[in-house]
């Protein structure tokens, strides 16, 4: 083994301090730690598909199907918002903060607008959580993505409220990244799942 | 490069943040040391092994004889249930991380973990959790009985009817377990992959923080599946709803492949950092390099891969088609091979060697036996007819008794005395040590060995009492089950009072190489007063070749000592 194999990609910043060192492996670890919770909800949609392709009466009695007009206009604004964002994002890096601010909290209604159109779905279904494996895993699906979407709103939230500190943000924020990736994440698991129970029925 | 010798540098203070006690105090702090929080691991941890080791001592009471005389049936299923969990939740999970928490960042030069608060909070978890799990024994209906497993429909049973029961308490504290572990994995995947020393390429890293890097890969992609299960579970227990409920369309098979698909892998989180253990020991004490050093760790993430794609060998019995058995039965044969690479060069790498019968050797001498035979048990077990026989019988208590204890908890035993001097400073008794693993190792397999003949022979598992034909192999193995339980006696001596009383240890007592050798024992708070410049594979014994540039005071082993 060559002793000159000094590999430059490798960690060379021995010299800093621990906690700087802390500030610039956050990204890497909020990647490490998507990539983990996007296992639950693989794990939740393979259970969906094994309920969905092997139970008979799969709908409960008296249900016809899902109304997929709502929430496809739902899936369109959560689509969007993830452009906003990352305009959002490019205004911060040109240090344009009221820009920023502006696509961010239109980042932020769409996705409020997003969970107030799941709420009013969910009043107007005719089954319930306890109806059968179907109700069972449509609220646990939509719910725990929902989850998601509430805690990226509230996220984006804290980012919104940082930004009006002084001397905050200068050239990108760990924060707003990762905030904006998660907002990313919870938009790809939302059309997997629209396309798993609203379009496949 | 500095002129100042690592070894000339006191030992500085140990305090883990500014104000810090510098005592034993600092271990009931939220300290954010990994060397400090690696301790508190691995002591709770160790309280919890005694904890469920006593209640395994009552389950071999109560098998010494046929009937069921000493503790009745429904608390019989409460022992083996809660023993289970804890000895897997609580014990052998939280002291390997407490071992890898103390021993990566020292082994790839970094001055600690890449998130150490995170770290700290993952740690704190434990004792939460375990609090959670113990309550579940003073409340109405006791703690869970449906096993470790929890397998639906039994673990949906809820006889007292109340909404905190038993199971829920179990499904909290081993959701809170999966949500340390999930923190623990992240920290450890970054640490390795971001903080290594300058010149530590990945094949210049110890064999040991390839098998963590491994063993939590399969942390970070099995355990949400068994999050989601455990969540559904919940739900049914608690909120009404039918996932694996059959009365009501539920599908309880559908929970068993949630399960395992996790659980199976989460066994090799567990056996890979003794993998690691092994792989560091042995040329330590063989004075050789580490046989096919290449092949010993890339066998560490093959295995890693393979063990994502076996888990329904668990599930030959709950009616899954004949083409799934083999499929699956062809994957667990393969996953012998990488082991089967292991244990190879492990005995190429003693073989010949200059062996230096320490206890830490002993210890890893003896989990590699109980590995071989615990490996070939398995690959019996793997096969579809033979599993169909034993299925559900001791044979697969013994099996995997001889994986957990036989292997990882000796492998632990010989961990924790390699590095006991580099922890505190203080050199253990030998001849202590040496009296440990005899009784150890005959515990082993006089506990363990019985249940094979018994399991041939039809014995199920997971009963109070049985025919009276199998009473001659149940009374050795109740002696062996009581003789591990004697066996902690020695152990705990030894780790307090040489703590307290030891001889100095110097910073290398074993000649090791490896970074960290190279610092005081116990290592200063931020381990290196200037990061090492790796310059050299890991496991050079008899190349005197230097193992870092910045280190003037120079090779420190000699091959004469």
């Not at chain 1, 159109?117 to 959580?129: I, S």
């Not at chain 2, 099995?222 to 049914?236: E, I, K, Q, S």
């Not at chain 2, 202590?432 to 009784?439: I, M, Y």
Request: proline residues 6%; contains cysteine.
């Amino acid at each position: 083994m060559s002793t000159a194999n000094l590999d430059p990609t490798l960690n060379t910043h021995g010299a800093h301090t621990a906690e700087h060192e802390e500030e610039d492996h956050r990204m890497f670890g909020f990647i490490v730690f998507l990539l983990s919770e996007s296992v639950i909800f693989l794990s939740f949609f393979i259970g969906y598909t094994v309920y969905k392709t092997n139970i008979t009466d799969w709908l409960p009695a008296g249900v016809e199907g899902l109304e997929v007009r709502e929430p496809l206009i739902n899936t369109i604004v959560l689509v969007s918002s993830s452009f906003v964002i990352y305009f959002a994002e490019r205004f911060l890096r040109k240090e344009n903060l009221w820009g920023f601010r502006a696509f961010w909290l239109l980042t932020m209604a769409m996705g409020s607008f997003f969970l107030y159109g799941q709420a009013v779905e969910w009043m107007g279904l005719p089954f319930g959580f306890t109806d059968g494996v179907f109700g069972g895993t449509f609220y646990l699906l939509t719910g725990f993505h929902g989850l998601h979407v509430m805690t990226g709103v509230l996220l984006q939230g804290i980012m919104l409220g940082r930004s009006f500190l002084p001397n905050n943000y200068a050239g990108g924020e760990f924060g707003v990244e990762a905030t904006s990736l998660f907002w990313h994440f919870v938009d790809v698991i939302w059309i997997v799942l629209f396309i798993l129970i609203y379009v496949w029925q | 490069m500095s002129n100042a010798s690592l070894e000339a540098i006191a030992a500085k203070s140990g305090q883990p943040f500014p104000g810090a006690p510098n005592n034993w105090q600092r271990f009931f702090t939220f300290s954010t040391d990994h060397k400090v929080i690696g301790i508190q691991y691995i002591v709770t941890a160790f309280v919890f092994f005694l904890i469920g080791g006593l209640l395994a001592m009552v389950m071999r009471g109560e098998l010494i004889t046929p009937e069921a005389d000493l503790v009745d049936r429904t608390v019989y299923n409460a022992l083996f249930t809660m023993h289970g969990t804890i000895m897997l939740f609580m014990w052998t999970f939280p002291v390997l991380n407490g071992l890898a928490n103390y021993l990566v960042p020292l082994m790839i030069g970094a001055r600690d973990m890449a998130f150490p608060r995170l770290n700290a909070a993952a740690f704190w978890l434990v004792p939460i959790f375990g609090t959670l799990l113990m309550v579940s024994f003073f409340i109405p209906g006791g703690p869970s009985q449906s096993g470790w497993w929890a397998y639906p429909p039994v673990s949906l049973q809820n006889p007292t009817g109340n909404l905190i029961n038993g199971q829920v308490l179990w499904l909290l504290a081993v959701a809170l377990s999966g949500v340390s572990s999930i923190m623990g994995a992240v920290n450890f995947v970054t640490t390795i992959f971001r903080m290594r020393a300058p010149g530590m390429g990945w094949f210049r890293m110890p064999a040991f923080c390839w098998t963590v890097l491994s063993a939590q890969i399969i942390q970070l992609v099995g355990l949400p599946a068994l999050t989601a299960g455990a969540v559904m579970l919940l739900l049914d227990l608690t909120a009404g709803t039918s996932f694996f409920d059959p009365a009501k369309g539920g599908d309880p098979v559908l929970y068993q492949h949630f399960f395992w698909f996790y659980s199976h892998p989460a066994v090799y989180v567990i056996i890979l950092p003794v993998f690691g253990f092994f792989s560091e020991i042995f040329p330590v004490y063989a004075r050789k390099p580490l046989f096919g050093y290449k092949f010993v760790v890339v066998s560490s993430l093959i295995i890693t891969i393979l063990s994502a794609v076996v888990w329904v060998h668990h599930m030959y019995a709950s009616g899954t088609p004949s083409w799934m058995r083999m499929l699956f039965m062809f994957s667990t044969m393969l996953i012998s091979v990488p082991t089967g690479v292991k244990v190879f060069a492990w005995v190429a790498t003693v073989w010949g060697g200059k062996l230096r019968l320490d206890t830490p050797m002993l210890f890893a001498l003896g989990g590699l036996v109980c590995f071989l035979f615990a490996g070939i048990t398995g690959v019996m077990l793997g096969a579809v007819p033979f599993d169909i026989h034993v299925n559900n019988t001791y044979f697969v208590v013994g099996h995997f008794h001889y994986v957990i204890y036989g292997a990882t908890v000796m492998g632990v035993y010989a961990a924790i005395y390699h590095w006991f001097p580099k922890m505190t400073g203080r050199m253990y008794y030998e001849g202590l040590g040496k009296l440990h693993f005899a009784l150890t190792f005959i515990g082993v397999n006089l506990n363990f060995f019985p249940m094979h003949p018994l399991g041939l022979m039809g014995m199920p598992r997971r009963v109070a009492s049985y025919d009276p034909e199998f009473a001659y192999w149940n009374v050795i193995a109740s002696l062996g089950g009581f003789l591990l339980g004697v066996s902690t006696l020695p152990f705990i001596l030894n780790m307090i009072s040489s703590w307290v009383l030891g001889k100095q240890a110097p910073a290398n007592p074993w000649n090791a190489i490896g970074l960290e050798w190279l610092i005081p024992s116990p290592p200063p708070v931020e381990n290196f007063e200037e990061i090492p410049i790796v310059v050299s594979g890991p496991y050079g014994y008899g190349s005197h070749e230097p193992l870092v540039a910045n280190n003037p005071a120079g090779e420190l082993i000699s091959e004469h000592s």
